[in-house]
């Protein structure tokens, strides 16, 4: 296991540089609000958890923070909150998409992380200048996803599957992603995880460890939990083994990695990923919002998260590409053709 391993982080790093290079793509990660509509069961900010102090960062907090990616050079930044989607969000979300584009000259990239929404706001947000969307199924087994969503109408594995295709339907680039090592997670469920990626095409995708949360149903569950090293080295073969057979998309090295090992994102990128999202958020929210436990770099604000970054990405041997979007060529082939 361990040289079939060695062999297989080797060949998916040699297939990234060959496929999409050795460059860095910066996407600016704002987390403007911790306010959600749904109770899924892993996770820290689930709208029962009654310890969790609530904020939504203000239009100029937010604008602030996209202005820094900009001067700094980031190229894209992407806008995540709980899921809410209520006209009053949904408009929200569209002057802010606008406001940036005028801040940046139209030259910031957007990416959204918002949840699930209708095909008409994923629409109208595209139009007021967001190209890239993130909604991670988080598992592609009906069975396993309803052990981590309860089993009702808001949390509807239909409906994020049909998101999905809504999302592609109306132009985005689309990412997904699933947590490696969750409770009743089987090694067949994460084979047939990457097979769904490939089978619905996506552009982009965000995986990383489970890491479970004590304010959360799912924790009562944690005897069953692989040990953090072994979700950790798990998360590693699903990134090359997604390189491998999806060559050319964007794959994050998911922060929740650095929760694991100080380097770990480091390490994704030397197996195969090619984006890293610096937290920018202003530092008086980061607290509260965390999704798991252990989240690295709640405290540092974003001209050292930079800088930290610069000198991670340089010792990982990579290049950063400054000012550059980054898109997935992924997506550009399966547009034209
Ligand atoms: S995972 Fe997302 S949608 Fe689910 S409770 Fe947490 S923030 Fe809300």
């Known amino acids: 296991m361990g040289d079939e391993r060695t062999r297989l982080l080797k060949k998916s790093r040699e297939t990234k540089e060959r496929t999409v290079g050795n460059k860095v793509y910066f996407r600016g990660l704002v987390e403007f609000s911790n306010v959600c509509s749904k109770d899924c069961l892993y996770c820290g900010i689930r709208k029962s958890n009654e310890k969790v102090v609530r904020y939504n960062a203000t239009d100029d907090e937010i604008l602030d923070s996209c ?7 980031f190229a894209s930044v992407v806008l995540q909150s709980g899921e809410i989607s209520s006209p009053a969000f949904v408009k929200r979300i569209d002057n802010l998409l606008k406001k940036i584009k005028q801040l940046s000259n139209n030259e910031l990239g957007i990416t959204l992380s918002c949840g699930e929404q209708t095909r008409e706001t994923y629409l109208r947000w595209k139009e007021s200048g967001a190209h890239r969307y993130l909604l ?13 969503h309860p089993k009702n109408q808001t949390h509807s594995f239909k409906k994020r599957v049909e998101a999905l295709r809504f ?8 990412g997904t992603g699933v947590m490696v090592g969750l409770p009743f997670q089987t090694f067949e469920n994460l084979a047939d995880d990457l097979l769904f990626f490939k089978q619905i095409d996506i552009d982009m995708c965000g995986m990383g460890p ?19 090293q072994e979700r950790f080295d798990l998360t590693l073969n699903m990134i090359a083994v997604l390189r491998l057979l999806m060559p050319d998309i964007n794959i994050a090295a998911a922060t929740a990695l650095q929760a694991i090992d100080p380097v770990g994102r480091e390490k994704a990128l030397a197996v195969g ?21 252990d989240k690295p770099c709640l405290d540092e604000d974003k001209e050292l998260c930079r800088s ?18 980054g898109d997935s060529k992924h997506f550009a082939k399966r547009v034209n053709g």
């Open 67 to 73: 202005r820094f990616a900009w001067e700094n050079r």
């Open 136 to 148: 991670r199924i988080e598992s592609s087994n009906r069975e396993l996803y309803y052990k981590i």
């Open 210 to 228: 489970y890491i479970e949360h004590e304010d959360t149903p799912l924790y009562k569950h944690r005897n069953l939990l692989k040990t953090k």
């Open 308 to 325: 930290c970054l610069e000198a991670r990405i340089d010792l990982a041997g990579s290049e950063i590409g400054y000012n550059e979007w």
């Open 273 to 293: 990923a090619n984006i890293i999202m610096p937290n920018i958020t202003p530092c008086n929210y980061r607290e509260a919002y965390q999704l798991y436990e």
């Open 167 to 174: 999302l592609k339907d109306t132009g985005y680039q689309v």
